[in-house]
């Protein structure tokens, strides 16, 4: 059976590319050919092309590309070459990625020849600031009419989807042959906008949960490190890091992203995926504000902190804390960099017998879906 995905594949994000690696690698485990549709828009990290630029009610759309164009400018020229060698050595050695690059989704359909169509997990489903809604991650195109279209467990980003894009999403939605989601919310989401009930199934690096290629591979150091994983913002993470670096008596750590406005936490380190996730593996204690960050922390059974995102940025909490209640983790959350509330989330113990049973029910539930969709998808295919 040829399954293709469409994901975000092509982001230098140790998350975006280690769910990614998961989901084909549980692929293959079935005994399919799997490969990813080398769907690579401008807009994601580019930012695409400015809309009406004298139109001030285009001002923050054309903001945010312009942000964009100037932050993928500036980690071309003045990024880590060693590091994004390593990100694209990941894609073609551990995804498989190869073939030109599809920038327009008019050339996705002839890329698209397969038995099961899945747009995978991450944050495919958020509407962006520069595009809105992407009906290519919706699996919205031309392809062969024999192709099955299911969702394995995409995100909204947040727990509720903005009115302005209800319509849409549910004729997107619409259009596919089985749903689930990675968040109860988006559950709640997809409900409201298209009337269908989808299932909530975990992200693909719980649904593989087996990281040992990829562990094997490097040696992420012997240095005693606490390993701080931030992204869009160092507010208040900063200070918990620290602390618990503190108590810790480790050095602490830091890797550095395309994306990253604020000075090093602890120190900086500019990682590839795979030297990453052994830093993550070989810490004394992680402390992440990501929802991959506290995933796979979990998955590995580190000892972790969940620092919550402050401000605007509280929406996008939803995420760790749907899969902190899943695991019975919530007590790991931080909001706030008190000392004393730092040192008593440490010193709770963490019953990673519990734990590793409920990754295997969760596992066990994302197994199921894709188990009845690839029999469904089967059966057509036998004729």
């Keep these: 059976m040829r399954v293709r995905i469409l994901t975000y594949h092509f982001s230098d994000n140790y998350g975006a590319l280690l769910q990614a690696y998961a989901l084909r690698q549980w692929f293959r485990g079935q005994g399919m050919e799997v490969e990813f549709i080398n769907y690579h828009p401008r807009y994601v990290e580019e930012g695409g092309s400015f809309d009406q ?111 302005a894009f209800h319509s849409e999403a549910g004729r997107l939605i619409g259009g596919l042959d089985a749903v689930s989601v990675r968040e109860q919310s988006g559950v709640d989401i997809v409900r409201t906008v298209s009337g269908r009930e989808a299932q909530c199934v975990p992200d693909p690096t719980i649904l593989l949960g087996d990281f040992s290629e990829l562990l094997a591979a490097q040696d992420g150091g012997s240095d005693r490190h606490v390993f701080c994983y931030a992204l869009r913002t160092a507010e208040v993470i900063r200070k918990v ?105 440490m010193k709770r113990p963490i019953d990673w017998c519990l734990v590793n049973h409920r990754l295997g029910a969760l596992r066990q539930r994302g197994e199921a879906f894709l188990a009845a969709e690839i029999a469904v998808a089967s059966k057509v295919l036998r004729g």
């Design 53 to 163: 630029l004298l139109n001030p009610r285009r001002w923050r759309k054309n903001v945010t590309i312009g942000y964009l164009k100037a932050t993928h400018m500036f980690w071309t020229v003045f990024g880590n070459d060693r590091q994004r060698r390593a990100f694209d050595d990941f894609r073609r050695e551990y995804l498989g990625v190869a073939g030109p690059r599809l920038v327009e989704s008019s050339q996705v359909a002839g890329a698209a020849d397969a038995d099961l169509l899945v747009c995978g997990s991450d944050q495919i489903w958020s509407p962006s600031v520069q595009k809105g809604l992407d009906p290519v991650y919706f699996l919205d195109f031309g392809a062969p009419s024999r192709a099955r279209r299911i969702s394995y467990a995409p995100s909204f980003g947040r727990g509720e989807l903005a009115p």
């Design 241 to 345: 890091a620290e602390h618990v670096a503190e108590v810790d008596a480790a050095r602490l750590i830091s890797p550095r992203s395309p994306s990253q406005r604020w000075k090093a936490i602890g120190a900086s380190v500019e990682p590839g995926p795979v030297e990453w996730l052994q830093m993550l593996s070989s810490a004394t204690t992680v402390v992440s504000n990501s929802f991959h960050g506290v995933a796979l922390s979990i998955i590995l059974n580190k000892p972790f902190l969940a620092v919550a995102l402050p401000g605007k940025k509280r929406a996008m909490n939803e995420r760790v804390r749907c899969l902190l209640k899943e695991t019975n983790l919530l007590d790991r959350v931080v909001v706030i960099a008190q000392p004393a509330e730092i040192e008593d989330v």
